[in-house]
T-cell receptor
Framework: DAGVTQSPTHLIKTRGQQVTLRCSPKSGHDTVSWYQQALGQGPQFIFQYYEEEERQRGNFPDRFSGHQFPNYSSELNVNALLLGDSALYLCASTKDRLNTEAFFGQGTRLTVV | AQSVTQPDIHITVSEGASLELRCNYS??????LFWYVQSPGQGLQLLLKYFSGDTLVQGIKGFEAEFKRSQSSFNLRKPSVHWSDAAEYFC???????????FGAGTRLTVKP
């Protein structure tokens, strides 16, 4: 079992650009959540996808959007990148919506210059 | 407002010494409680979780945590720390019927030889 896999591992983008991050959940999991972890802070919930729909959203602007595919994999899109979007983006998968046991990927380190 | 507090930003202990990492939460009802560990540049690994029942829960790597409702606390303990335990530790909380996992700011553990 490969667990939760994220790609790419590192990414450098310029302000104003758009970025897409990808996540494949652990086998048997159907729910994917995305988190932003700024340097020196705990992860912050961005949103959760279940049955290809956004089920819940944290306090993030509309520049942050996502998608879930029929195979449960997910994408996080961020438009009009700001310097403050630089962070580690973590994907977590669960086999239910209540996060009773969330498995996290290694994350994608996004740097906006 | 819902919050998770980890009062200690950084703790240093000697190898073989005991460890206690503090976590306090502010929620209306009994939430689901978690401890995660994060090594540098890595994702989060679940150490243990509490949903209900016995308030003392055992986790992986010799860790345990105790839920104290009266103190709204869920402190993490280990009787004898190993050098490989050096990492960042995060306490997290999820309310029932809520998909938003809230994390504390983390406690960085340094282990002295």
């Amino acid at each position: 079992d490969a667990g939760v896999t994220q790609s790419p591992t590192h990414l450098i983008k310029t302000r104003g650009q758009q970025v897409t991050l990808r996540c494949s959940p652990k086998s048997g999991h159907d729910t994917v959540s995305w988190y932003q972890q700024a340097l020196g802070q705990g992860p912050q919930f961005i949103f959760q996808y279940y049955e290809e729909e956004e089920r819940q959203r944290g306090n993030f602007p509309d520049r942050f959007s996502g998608h879930q595919f029929p195979n449960y994999s997910s994408e996080l899109n961020v438009n009009a990148l700001l310097l403050g979007d630089s962070a580690l983006y973590l994907c977590a998968s669960t086999k239910d919506r209540l996060n009773t046991e969330a498995f996290f990927g290694q994350g994608t380190r996004l740097t906006v210059v | 407002a819902q919050s998770v507090t980890q009062p200690d930003i950084h703790i240093t202990v000697s190898e073989g010494a005991s460890l206690e990492l503090r976590c306090n939460y502010s929620y209306g009802a009994t939430p689901y409680l978690f401890w995660y560990v994060q090594s540098p540049g890595q994702g989060l690994q679940l150490l243990l979780k509490y949903f209900s029942g016995d308030t003392l829960v055992q986790g992986i790597k010799g860790f345990e945590a105790e839920f104290k409702r009266s103190q709204s606390s869920f402190n993490l303990r280990k009787p004898s720390v190993h050098w490989s335990d050096a990492a960042e530790y995060f306490c997290a909380v999820v309310e029932d019927n809520n998909n938003d996992m809230r994390f504390g700011a983390g406690t960085r553990l340094t282990v002295k030889p």
